[in-house]
């Protein structure tokens, strides 16, 4: 897995934990 991969799957997993943040 390259950085960009599991920075993309960090950001997703934080987009479901917290998807107000994303939404605004």
């Known amino acids: 897995m390259t950085l960009d991969e ?3 799957e960090r950001i ?4 479901e934990n ?3 943040s994303f939404s605004q």
Not at 12 to 15: I, S, T
């Open 6 to 8: 599991d920075l993309v």
């Open 12 to 15: 997703k997993q934080l987009a």
């Open 18 to 20: 917290d998807d107000r």
